[in-house]
T-cell receptor, first 113, second 111 residues
Framework: SQTIHQWPATLVQPVGSPLSLECTVE??????LYWYRQAAGRGLQLLFY??????ISSEVPQNLSASRPQDRQFILSSKKLLLSDSGFYLC????????????FGNGTRLTVT | DAKTTQPPSMDCAEGRAANLPCNHS???????VYWYRQIHSQGPQYIIH???NNETNEMASLIITEDRKSSTLILPHATLRDTAVYYC????????????FGTGTRLQVTL
């Protein structure tokens, strides 16, 4: 069966520090991968999505970047965190282009201080 | 993907059916309707999806109007564990869809 791993679960980082959040998927190949952010009390905001290795689409210009170095690995990064980067970050995957639904990880709660 | 509109909050008594509406008046013919829910501090969980026929699974039923401009998610016997934010989204089949989520409906199930 397919599983998605996202870590760390919580993270507290100072302003100006770098960020690296990793997400991996097991049990499937060539998934579509997504990074979402959820601010407190708000809906999910799509940040990046990827349909293949090295293929990244950015939805919101901001202080973050994403990379997909391997088929089932999706990384969210920042060189210098801002206070506004605080939030709940969710990785998700979906198989192929059919009707398959999104499957989400358990998220990373990032607090920038 | 078509925009969806949902009420911000709803209440439901435990044991009763919870009927969550979603408006997607600009939906196109090849867009599916998906429902997810998010329990506090967890990742969203897939519930059900459909195109134009009503669908039912072990979690819920999905009723889509004939003109496909709206749908209703039905939890037949709501429990306290169904308290969550419910998201309705529309997605085009066969594309690298953006899968945009709105703010959803916060369902509170009470005793």
């Amino acid at each position: 069966s397919q599983t998605i791993h996202q870590w760390p679960a919580t993270l507290v980082q100072p302003v100006g520090s770098p960020l690296s959040l990793e997400c991996t998927v097991e049990g499937t190949s060539n998934p579509n991968l997504y990074w979402y952010r959820q601010a407190a009390g708000r809906g999910l905001q799509l940040l990046f999505y990827s349909v293949g290795i090295g293929q990244i689409s950015s939805e919101v210009p901001q202080n973050l970047s994403a990379s997909r170095p391997q088929d089932r690995q999706f990384i969210l990064s920042s060189k210098k965190l801002l206070l506004s980067d605080s939030g709940f970050y969710l990785c998700a995957w979906r198989g192929g282009q059919g009707v398959s639904p999104l499957h989400f990880g358990n998220g990373t709660r990032l607090t920038v201080t | 993907d078509a925009k969806t509109t949902q009420p911000p909050s709803m209440d439901c008594a435990e044991g009763r059916a919870a009927n969550l509406p979603c408006n997607h008046s600009t939906i196109s013919g090849n867009e599916y309707v998906y429902w997810y829910r998010q329990i506090h501090s967890q990742g969203p969980q897939y519930i059900i999806h459909g195109l134009k026929n009503n669908e039912t699974n072990e979690m819920a039923s999905l009723i889509i109007t004939e003109d496909r401009k709206s749908s209703t998610l039905i939890l037949p016997h709501a429990t306290l564990r169904d308290t969550a934010v419910y998201y309705c989204i529309a997605r085009t089949l066969g594309t690298a869809s953006k899968l945009t989520f709105g703010t959803g409906t916060r369902l509170q199930v009470t005793l």
